[in-house]
């Protein structure tokens, strides 16, 4: 196995243990989305009631601790950035999903969502013909 497969691989399992709480990552979505930004940029992004400037502080700061987050200062201003990309963490959710809820069984979570939202045969068509296609430009590259 590749050296960077492996460290893809233990990367992934850090991430699928450290679950974030409804905080954080809503903190992780505002930061995700700005890409770099001061605990007031990131409390300016976030709907009423807005928490305190320093709930979001002590959020960063777990962040931080877990490996999602860090920071550089600018004076007295800290500016923070994401450590994992909004892409790798939604991929460790969503295999954790698969292997905690489906027994690693990708058919039995669409299934299970296919008919948890009534999706038309059609619907269920379509899916299956966009997701031949990505696979294609995938496998081009």
């Keep these: 196995m590749s050296i960077k497969i492996v460290l893809y691989l233990a990367i992934m399992e850090k991430i699928t243990a450290a ?3 409804k905080a954080e990552e809503q903190i992780m979505q505002v930061l995700w989305g700005l890409g770099q ?3 007031q ?3 300016d992004k976030l709907d009423d009631p807005r928490p305190a400037r320093t709930t979001i502080s002590t959020v960063l700061t777990i962040l931080e601790n877990k490996g999602f987050a860090t920071h550089h200062s600018v004076g007295r201003v800290n500016n ?3 450590t994992i990309s909004k892409e790798v963490y939604s991929k460790s959710q ?3 999903l698969l292997k905690n809820y489906f027994n690693n069984s990708f058919s039995s979570m669409a299934s299970f969502f296919a008919k948890e939202s009534n999706y038309t045969v ?3 068509d379509r899916l299956i013909r966009d997701t031949k296609d990505e ?6 590259k």
């Design 19 to 21: 679950q974030l709480t």
């Design 37 to 39: 930004g001061t605990v």
């Design 41 to 43: 940029d990131i409390r």
């Design 80 to 82: 923070y950035t994401a």
């Design 94 to 96: 969503l295999f954790g």
């Design 122 to 124: 059609e619907e269920l």
């Design 135 to 140: 696979l294609k430009k995938e496998d081009k």
